[in-house]
Each structure stands twice: as C-alpha cells, then as structure tokens.
T-cell receptor, first 109, second 116 residues
Framework: RKEVEQDPGPFNVPEGATVAFNCTYS??????FFWYRQDCRKEPKLLMSVYSSGNEDGRFTAQLNRASQYISLLIRDSKLSDSATYLCVVKRNTDKLIFGTGTRLQVFP | DGGITQSPKYLFRKEGQNVTLSCEQNLNHDAMYWYRQDPGQGLRLIYY???????QKGDIAEGYSVSREKKESFPLTVTSAQKNPTAFYLC???????????????FGPGTRLTVL
C-alpha cells in the first residue's frame, strides 16, 4: 500500500463548478500536509499548506482529518487555469516529503 | 532573479553511459534534493543534502551519485548501474531542516532523461 494515496482522475468539470479531491495517508506519525500543483511537464509548486483547523485561500479550501488520516482540497468556481495535476504531500518528522501520484483536473468551457 | 536552474532540459543517453544532471540555486538555501518522477508514480527522493560536503541517500539511491562541494550546486550522476534511468528528474532546495516547521521546497524546471 502506498504511503499517500490519491484518485488519479481525471476529473472533468465545467467552468464555475465546485470540485473536491481527497487523499489518504497511512503513517499516523505524519506531521504536516500540503497540496502542490503541477502543470503538464512542469515542476510542482506549493499551492497551500493544510492546517488542523482547515484553511482557505481564495477559492481553495483545505481540510485535514487526523482521525481518519485524510486530507481534502475543495476548489470553488473552477477556472480554465485550474487545469493541472494536484499532488497531495505529507511531511515526515524530517524535511523529507512523501508525494502522492496526483489527481488530474481538467476544467472545460 | 533568484531561483533554481537545471540543465539540460532534455537529455538523451545511450545505454551504458554515465550522465550528470546539473542543479544550481542562487536562493542561498542550505538544503537541496533530487527526485525522479515516473508516469503514474509520485515523486521519489533519490538523494538530499542538508549542508555543504554532506548528503544522504533517499528512498531510491541505487545507481545514482551526488556531490555537494558548493552551497549553490548539487549535481546528480546517473550511472550505468541504474536499471531504468528514463524519467523526469527534479531538483529542489529549501532553507534547511528545522524539525517542527516546514521549510518550503522550491523546485527547478526539471530534466527529462531518455535512455536510447
């Protein structure tokens, strides 16, 4: 079983839709959680950290459920420019990051 | 402009040859990392270095070697011992390891290596 698991998608949604991705992790000692965005054939970039109380950044909302060991990302009012692969990332107790395989989102007009 | 550069962007290599991928950063970061990404898999850590003249193996170090002689440079050599070297290689850097808090890792644009 992979340490970080995500549905690979693709999620095909129309502009303006709300879409949510989930990610589960197996190591209960994981300390920190993040969502990275990766455009096709480009490098990953940090989208947002995920805090225990949940956090929002504009149209993006991240949630963490430590008891069930999953994190989620909600995107409201999807834009064409949101089309990308979203990587769920977990940090161990060092600076080593564990990456999920990513969930691909395609927003269409 | 501050950032991380990797060269070349595309690299072709014949089977049995060693090849070195370049990674340079001018962010004054202490820590640097090498990952590989394969289709359908997450990024996997090859090697990382927390300080000059020191580095540690990641999860898939076999067939690779690194050096960290300068703070700004962390080249990766893919040796002929690496069984499946064709992949997308990403270099990253961060301000360092600090236990509790997260020091964001910034990624370079990557090098696509193809073994012919």
């Amino acid at each position: 079983r992979k340490e970080v698991e995500q549905d690979p998608g693709p999620f095909n949604v129309p502009e303006g839709a709300t879409v949510a991705f989930n990610c589960t992790y197996s190591n209960s000692a994981s300390q920190s959680f993040f969502w990275y965005r990766q455009d096709c054939r480009k490098e990953p970039k940090l989208l947002m950290s995920v805090y225990s109380s949940g956090n929002e950044d504009g149209r993006f909302t991240a949630q963490l459920n430590r008891a069930s060991q999953y994190i989620s990302l909600l995107i409201r009012d999807s834009k064409l420019s949101d089309s990308a692969t979203y990587l769920c990332v977990v940090k161990r107790n060092t600076d080593k990051l564990i990456f999920g395989t990513g969930t691909r989102l395609q927003v269409f007009p | 402009d501050g950032g991380i550069t990797q060269s070349p962007k595309y690299l072709f290599r014949k089977e049995g040859q060693n090849v070195t991928l370049s990674c340079e950063q001018n962010l004054n970061h202490d820590a640097m990392y090498w990952y590989r990404q394969d289709p359908g898999q997450g990024l996997r850590l090859i090697y990382y270095s927390q300080i000059v003249n020191d580095f540690q193996k990641g999860d898939i170090a076999e067939g690779y070697s690194v050096s960290r002689e300068k703070k700004e440079s962390f080249p990766l050599t893919v040796t002929s011992a690496q069984k499946n070297p064709t992949a997308f290689y990403l270099c990253a850097s961060s301000t360092g390891t600090s236990g509790g808090s997260y020091n964001e890792q910034f990624f370079g644009p990557g090098t696509r290596l193809t073994v012919l």
